[in-house]
């Protein structure tokens, strides 16, 4: 992978630094931060910074949530018997785990099925549906999945099931004729938060119930559901689906992080303990410490133990749970360690793979459950959008694709429909369905249509500023802290600094290096996770993030290093 462009922001205009400095008492390298995330006033610096759950929209915008919400009521009142179907990723499961958790709060008679990824795939199927119609379902609502689900959501019909579609994904053509479709992409939708997760459209629904229930009249004789009490989930969905951290987003997954710091949901806490979070929370923990178990569950074996882990008011069956989801995300680092190998060796050996725009990779020996993953460490490694896939004995192929620097590559799919069976997803990762034969073609088409929509990976490090060793303070990593959470959309602010000296430096575990960076009167702790070097030279400049650490149960100002330049 070739070398980062160091790209360092335009200074901002110098009179609005000074004008959202004073007004909200900040520094102005804080004040030119809010300025890089599209802040142009005093006053709309101020709504970020303070942003709150009395900010989000009315869930009542979104289309479809009046009739959603009716047929529920029904649901409710007439003790009728309801399925909640979901995915088997954590965004998926989290969905599940908060519909049937704010439903059974309600009183409702309500039951949820999850398919197995390796015998039944993504989405909903006919057998599902006919074996929820033998269980007595009247009402089917699906959670992370659904949208493409037309003939599915017409068999349910003709079961006598009615259907409402909760979803979040990209699709094309016309949705399900469902009671009610929820999707903020669907034409006609005026909720403002589009890139919600599948988990932030479920807890809009249970938003606009309680609403009605509580205009109702409902909760004179029945204790009101507390929402704020579903927001860790999702959290844990907004992030583990790698969705932008902007907007309604933003608000959810603030709030939902505060309440994970010492969760009440019992399975919370035991994945926490299990998983070695200890002192606070943040976006990487979810993303690389709690997400990767519960996704384990529905790569390998069975989604249902992570939602019976989510819902589970056992403190013995929670632990036992949480134990379960972590030897399986052992077993799954395993086999993504071979795939990786294989996959690599595959990309070395042949130089039309490692010259292309993007890889495409297949195998009859690969375990589909875990090719997502597989496919964005590679995406990183190369600097491409990259697709792995696994063929079955029948000759049909099931990947995974993620894609690379902001390449958008659902639209790319969309340009090769034509070969393939089925394909979904949104910009960033997407699933496919190709017969064997047709995969050498897919790899050329892809190829060609991105080259054709001109999208370029982009190589590059956004800078926010160049800052001064004195500037370094804990008051500054404080008001970075207060810009976060952090992700797609409102980036982690890096820093560049020029002209450091390097001393005691340490290797840990043959890949993370920990240093210190002198200036004139002082030194600061520096960590580089993943090194792509073994030994840093004695000058430098180097880009990094600024985050307070916990070093002997003292929270101390850290620079965690981004990429490094030696200064000969």
């Not at 599940?96 to 059974?104: A, C, M, P, Q, V």
Request: hydrophobic letters at 40%.
């Amino acid at each position: 992978m070739k070398q980062r462009e160091w790209v360092v922001a335009k200074p901002a205009k110098k009179g609005l630094v000074e004008k959202i400095s004073a007004k909200l008492d900040i520094l102005p390298i804080t004040a030119g931060l809010l300025v890089n995330r599209g802040i142009s006033s005093a006053e709309d610096a101020e709504a970020f910074l303070s942003a709150s759950l009395s900010d989000l929209p009315t869930p009542f915008l979104m289309k479809g949530m009046e009739e959603a919400v009716e047929r529920l009521c029904i649901c409710i009142y007439e003790k009728e018997k309801a399925a909640i179907y979901g995915d088997y990723d954590v965004d998926g499961v989290t969905a599940t785990s908060l519909l049937t958790g704010f439903l059974r709060a309600l009183g409702c008679d309500v039951i949820y099925y999850i398919p197995d990824r390796l015998k039944e795939g993504y989405g909903v199927n006919s057998q599902a549906l006919c074996a929820l119609k033998q269980k007595g379902v009247t009402l089917v609502v699906s959670v992370d999945c659904g949208i493409t689900a037309v003939d599915e959501v017409a068999q349910a019909r003709e079961l006598g099931m009615d259907f409402i579609v909760t979803d979040h994904h990209s699709f094309y053509g016309q949705p399900p004729e469902a009671v009610a479709v929820l999707n903020p992409r669907q034409k006609g939708c005026m909720y403002p938060g589009k890139e919600i997760a599948g988990v932030g459209v479920a807890f809009n629904l249970a938003l606009g119930l309680r609403r009605t229930l509580r205009e109702k009249g409902f909760f004179k004789t029945k204790t009101e559901p507390n929402m704020g009490d579903f927001l860790d989930l999702v959290s844990l969905g907004t992030v583990s689906d790698r969705m932008p951290v902007e907007s309604v987003n933003r608000i959810m997954l603030r709030e939902g992080l505060k309440r994970m710091e010492s969760p009440k949901r019992l399975g919370l806490q035991a994945l926490k303990k299990i998983s070695g979070i200890r002192e606070g929370i943040e976006t990487f923990d979810i993303g690389f410490r709690l997400g990767p178990r519960i996704n384990a569950a529905g790569r390998l074996d069975s989604a249902d133990k992570a939602v019976e882990l989510l819902l589970s008011e056992s403190q013995e069956d929670v632990f036992s749970l949480a134990k379960f989801l972590d030897e399986k995300n052992s077993e799954r680092r395993d086999i993504e360690a071979r795939i990786q190998q294989d996959a690599t060796q595959m990309v070395e050996s042949m130089p039309g793979h490692s010259e292309s725009n993007s890889l495409v990779l297949s195998s009859s020996k690969w375990h589909k459950g875990v090719l997502g993953i597989v496919a964005s460490s590679l995406a990183g490694s190369y600097g491409k959008p990259t697709f792995l896939i696994s063929v079955d004995k029948n000759g049909v192929g099931k990947g995974s694709g993620r894609s690379f620097g902001g390449v958008n590559i659902f639209s790319v799919l969309s340009e090769c429909e034509d070969i393939l069976m089925k394909f979904g997803g949104h910009a960033y990762a997407a699933g496919i369905t190709i017969r064997e034969e047709k995969i050498d073609l897919f790899r050329e088409r892809f190829s060609e249509e991105l080259a054709k929509s001109g999208q370029k990976p982009e190589h590059r490090l956004d800078i926010d500023c160049e800052v001064s060793f004195s500037s370094i303070n804990d008051t500054l990593v404080s008001e970075v802290e207060s810009i976060s959470p952090f992700g797609a959309g409102n980036p982690e602010p890096l820093f560049l600094l020029k002209s450091i000296e390097v001393v005691d430096q340490k290797l840990h575990k043959n890949q993370h290096i920990s240093f210190k960076a002198r200036g004139i009167n002082s030194v600061l702790n520096c960590i580089w996770f993943y090194a792509s070097r073994k030994h840093l030279p004695q000058k430098i400049d180097m880009v990094f993030a600024l985050r307070f650490d916990m070093r002997d149960r003292k929270r101390e100002c850290r620079l965690f290093i981004k990429d490094i330049r030696e200064i000969s």
